[in-house]
DNA sequence: GTCTATACCTAGATAGAC
DNA sequence: GTCTATCTAGGTATAGAC
């Protein structure tokens, strides 16, 4: 019929996240290498084609996978609040450089304790670099997101000091590439510090 | 025979370096995922089984073309010595630490001039978290040399200022992290100035 | 709109001939 | 030392059942 506009897709959308977070698990217990369309459809009781319904490529998939994941993780851990710091670096409002620094040590350490997700993300991240990759988009935003917001905590710091160590933009830039850094080196050793090494970061690069 | 000890393997030696720098300009040129045994195989003159004759699987081709890079590297670099840098951080000798610290920061941008291999890189090095993966003890084996490195470079800039602003241990730590995360970031944006960051960095380790 | 079955294609790996 | 042939696994496109 024309009035064909009754959408019983209120299902549809379930299925989409229930596969969205099967993925996750899935995912995070045996790796991306090791996690096929079909062990996902598997998990989640479907075919891969049944999957691939409602994502239009297994890369494409594993994307919405890391976005799901930054919900689930400004959930998560602790006193985290991205949103609010976003706010705040909008507005006039002082930023509270301290408990910024916090969150920041804490997402480290939370995410170092699902290391194949840890994967996913940096494997990603590599992959993303064609233009044409559907993540591209998606880690670019990212880490825009992330260095403004850690700009504003920097220049922050900087009117409460009364001078200006490194320059916030730069200080941005350095914090994100050390949290990258230290991701990975985390999937080689899995003692590393990350947190100590953070935290020394913050003390070197703030002052003492 | 039990002598037969007349190995007529020059000519496999050979071929087998002819296969790796292939690779090294097949993945530069192509990026990884784009690079199968076949593309490589053809670069070479060979087909595919030919190819794995030399190696045991892609990955341990892949993992070998780094380390083939790694050579590569120390002797593209105008003025680069890693040898060198590392006989000094044995001996008693002081350690030059503008020129190790220039050094780092050329590797740094003679590395994002060719992306295919950052690319190959950061990949392997994600997908190597698995202990089981062939390049495992490669990255374990590279984070730890560079390390020893930097940190008898802090050490030494510690020694002639008479004071502690980073553990040396640390800093390189962070050092390592910055460069790999640095790397990431280019792969993403192009554009960033990966020598400006981590000349700030050091800037700010080792106080103006 | 949701999903299965099928078929197809690419690609890594292996066996055995030369 | 190298090839051909073959096996297997996995991603994707299509047709059509429900």
Redesign the interface.
């Known amino acids: 019929m024309e009035s064909s506009r009754r959408g019983p897709y209120a299902k549809g959308v379930a299925k989409r996240e229930e596969i969205l977070t099967q993925a996750l698990t899935v995912v995070a217990e045996r790796?991306v290498?090791d996690t096929s369309v079909k062990a996902i459809a598997d998990a989640v009781g479907l075919s891969p084609a049944g999957v691939l319904h409602y994502f239009s490529s297994k890369e494409e998939l594993f994307t919405e996978v890391l976005r799901k994941r930054d919900e689930v993780d400004s959930q998560r851990v602790a006193g985290l609040d991205w949103g609010g710091l976003g706010e705040a670096s909008g507005s006039g409002e002082p930023i509270d450089v301290a408990s910024a620094r916090k969150q920041f040590v804490e997402l480290l350490e939370s995410n170092s304790d699902v290391?194949g997700l840890?994967?996913l993300f940096?494997?990603l991240?590599?992959?993303?670099?064609?233009p044409e990759h559907p993540a591209?988009g998606f880690?670019?935003e990212r880490?825009e997101l992330f260095r403004s917001l850690f700009a504003a905590v920097f220049a922050q710091h900087n009117r409460d000091h009364g001078r200006t160590?490194?320059?916030p933009e730069?200080?941005a830039?350095?914090l994100?590439?050390?949290?990258?850094?230290?991701q990975?080196?985390a999937?080689?050793?899995p003692d590393?510090d990350m947190a100590?090494?953070a935290d020394?970061?913050f003390?070197?690069?703030l002052g003492d």
């Open positions: 790796g290498q290391p840890l994967r940096t494997q991240a590599a992959e993303a670099a064609d591209h880690f670019r880490g160590r490194v320059d730069v200080a830039r350095m994100q590439a050390l949290a990258d850094g230290l990975l080196q999937l080689l050793e590393v100590g090494i020394a970061f003390d070197a690069v």
